[in-house]
Nanobody, 122 residues
Framework: VQLQASGGGLVQAGDSLRLSCAASGGTFSNFRMAWFRQAPGKEREFVATISRSTRYSDSVEGRFTTSRDDAKSTVWLQMNNLKPEDTAVYYC???????????????????WGQGTLVTVSS
């Protein structure tokens, strides 16, 4: 399974950005997809996940929305009202959706994209 993330860039605070993650290989509909991010000097952290439902971290709840199209093997992360603290490299990740485990732990994901940089200026 290969994941290709795209859509990052430099934006101003309050702007919106949409990230995409295209998957190839495997059966996409069987994957739980997730977004993580890693800010400079910080550990990678959970942002959002989608399987048959969605979950978000408290820091992005109400501002970010993740969605998927299984026919296109693609997942998106719509980011609204961006803040400087959202600056990070964003990664998409995947695992079998039937796998038991914490959906917020990066250790429970098997496949990772290369990351796309989002920079939010104040």
């Amino acid at each position: 399974v290969q994941l290709q993330a795209s859509g990052g860039g430099l934006v101003q605070a309050g702007d919106s950005l949409r990230l995409s993650c295209a998957a190839s290989g495997g059966t996409f509909s069987n994957f739980r997809m997730a977004w993580f991010r890693q800010a400079p000097g910080k550990e990678r952290e959970f942002v959002a996940t989608i399987s048959r439902s969605t979950r978000y971290s408290d820091s992005v709840e109400g501002r970010f929305t993740t969605s998927r199209d299984d026919a296109k093997s693609t997942v998106w992360l719509q980011m609204n009202n961006l803040k400087p603290e959202d600056t990070a490299v964003y990664y998409c990740a995947a695992r079998n959706r039937f796998r038991v485990g914490s959906y917020i732990s990066q250790d429970d994901y098997d496949y990772w994209g290369q990351g796309t940089l989002v920079t939010v200026s104040s």
